[in-house]
């Protein structure tokens, strides 16, 4: 059956519900229903936050019941393939099929390998009537995208790592260090570039930078959207030897939400300081830190650090997106490089895949901000 008129509108509907509720719903994906009449009516509708358990199917079931409607015959638009596994909660498959809906709309499949597919296959093995949206439309991407950190990590057992810098029209970071003031951010950008920059924030599980760059900004690296979320923004420091300082801003406002990666011959000494400061700590490599994040329900981890650390994560291939950010200035052939290992951002932009490109005013001029994948996360 083709596609009806409405049925975009409506998709697009749970897909603004899905990312309205995406703060709540980590470590499972963002996911919006609307149900619907034949004729249009919209009968009730539901996002998924996961400490109320209800996937997005319930909650909207749940509130066409607390209006006195039938859903007899209905239609649900969902933003990701209706689950048809008993997890937390019963299969959403199993209830659309009582609930005795006549046809699913679906954005995108589940990218679970376990379970891809089979929530599809036990709709129209119940008689419903199942659309799904190709990956290469609107909604289609729109969807995936939404979702891009849990289809990430629930393959590769570690956080979706998107890695942000701001740089100048040469590609550098910061002027050089002798001619800034001693832990005095530079800003290259404007407001409006730096509040997208806190949309990505509010948007990911965690943050990381390293320990350069709090000796040398003093950073507080906090979510300042303003909006509400499920759990803080864990924040993340790359700090083999525990050199953070105690009086620095991560730790004067530690409360379970800063972690410090250290190496296995950190000082004992300063461990014992840090930790009774309210910081917590774990020992080990890269590889094993995105392991300790993926099983503490990490999903998406934010990278906003220095050459070292950007270097040091394009070079292990683990980073898998990049967001660049481009200000109308030169820094000069002294300043601080995007990358410690060479690496050149403009190198980088030419390898990305499925590259958007925004403006964002700053005085007379713009910003520039590039996006785009280093590895597919739905491949």
């Not at 358990?53 to 997005?56: E, F, I, K, P």
């Not at 376990?114 to 119940?126: D, E, M, P, Q, T």
């Not at 910061?174 to 800034?180: D, E, L, N, T």
């Not at 958007?356 to 005013?361: A, C």
């Given at each position: 059956?083709?596609w009806?008129?409405?049925d975009?509108?409506f998709l697009h509907?749970?897909?603004?519900?899905a990312?309205?509720?995406?703060?709540?719903?980590?470590?499972?994906?963002a996911v919006?229903?609307v149900?619907?009449?034949?004729?249009?009516?919209?009968l009730?509708e539901g996002?998924h936050?996961?400490?109320q358990?209800?996937?997005?199917e319930?909650?909207?079931l749940?509130?066409a019941?607390a209006l006195?409607?039938?859903?007899?015959?209905a239609t649900?638009y969902v933003t990701l393939?209706p689950?048809?596994?008993?997890?937390?909660?019963g299969?959403?498959a199993?209830?659309?099929?009582?609930?005795?809906?006549?046809?699913?709309?679906?954005a995108?499949?589940?990218?679970n390998p376990?379970?891809?597919?089979?929530?599809?296959?036990?709709?129209?093995?119940?008689g419903i009537?199942?659309?799904?949206a190709?990956?290469t439309?609107p909604?289609?991407?729109?969807a995936?995208?939404?979702n891009?950190a849990?289809?990430?990590?629930i393959?590769?057992?570690?956080?979706f790592?998107t890695l942000?810098?701001a740089?100048?029209t040469?590609g550098k970071l910061?002027?050089?260090?002798?001619?800034?003031m001693?832990t005095?951010?530079?800003?290259?950008?404007g407001?409006a570039?730096?509040a997208?920059?806190?949309?990505?924030r509010?948007a990911?599980?965690?943050?990381?930078?390293?320990?350069?760059t709090v000796?040398?900004?003093?950073?507080?690296?906090?979510?300042r959207?303003?909006?509400?979320?499920r759990?803080?923004?864990?924040?993340i420091v790359?700090?083999?030897?525990?050199?953070?300082?105690?009086d620095?801003?991560?730790?004067?406002?530690?409360?379970d939400d800063?972690?410090?990666?250290?190496s296995?011959d950190?000082p004992q000494a300063n461990e014992?300081?840090?930790?009774a400061?309210?910081a917590?700590?774990f020992?080990?490599t890269?590889a094993?830190?995105?392991q300790h994040?993926?099983?503490l329900?990490?999903?998406?981890?934010?990278?906003e650090a220095?050459?070292?650390v950007?270097?040091a994560f394009?070079?292990?291939?683990?980073a898998?997106k990049?967001?660049?950010y481009?200000?109308?200035?030169?820094?000069?052939?002294?300043?601080?490089?995007?990358?410690?290992n060479g690496l050149s951002?403009f190198a980088?932009?030419?390898?990305?895949?499925?590259p958007?490109?925004?403006?964002?005013?700053h005085?007379?001029?713009e910003?520039?901000?590039?996006?785009?994948?280093?590895h597919?996360?739905w491949?």
């Open positions: 059956m083709p009806l008129p409405d975009e509108r509907h749970a897909l603004t519900l990312a309205d509720a995406a703060a709540f719903a980590s470590p499972n994906p919006g229903c149900l619907t009449t034949a004729s249009g009516q919209v009730g996002a936050h996961y400490d358990r209800d996937h997005a319930i909650a909207a749940k509130q019941a006195g409607r039938s859903v007899q015959g649900a393939e689950c048809s596994i008993t997890g937390r909660t299969p959403c199993d209830a659309l099929i009582s609930a005795g809906i006549a046809r699913c709309v679906i995108t499949a589940d990218p376990a379970v891809h597919g089979n929530g599809i296959a036990k709709l129209r093995a119940a009537e199942v659309e799904v190709t990956p439309s909604l289609g991407q729109q995936r995208r939404l891009d849990f289809a990430f990590s393959v590769h057992g570690r956080p790592v942000k810098a740089l100048s040469d910061a002027p050089p260090p002798a001619s800034r001693s005095a951010p530079h800003w290259l950008t407001e570039a730096r997208d920059v806190q949309q990505l509010h990911s599980d965690a943050i990381l930078t390293g320990i350069g000796l040398a900004d003093n950073p507080s690296l906090t979510d959207t303003g909006l509400p979320r759990r803080p923004l864990l924040r790359l700090d083999s030897q525990l050199r953070t300082p105690l620095s801003q991560l730790i004067r406002t530690a409360s800063l972690l410090l990666l250290a296995h950190a014992q300081q840090l930790l400061a309210g917590q700590i020992r080990g890269f094993e830190a995105l994040l993926h099983t329900g990490l999903r998406s981890l934010l990278i220095g050459p070292t950007n270097g394009l070079n292990l291939q683990l898998d990049l967001v660049l481009f200000a109308e200035s030169e820094l000069g052939p002294q300043a601080v490089p995007f990358a410690a951002p980088l932009q030419e390898t990305l895949t499925s958007t490109r925004t403006t964002f005013p005085g007379n001029g910003d520039i901000r590039i996006t785009g994948y280093l597919d996360p491949k």
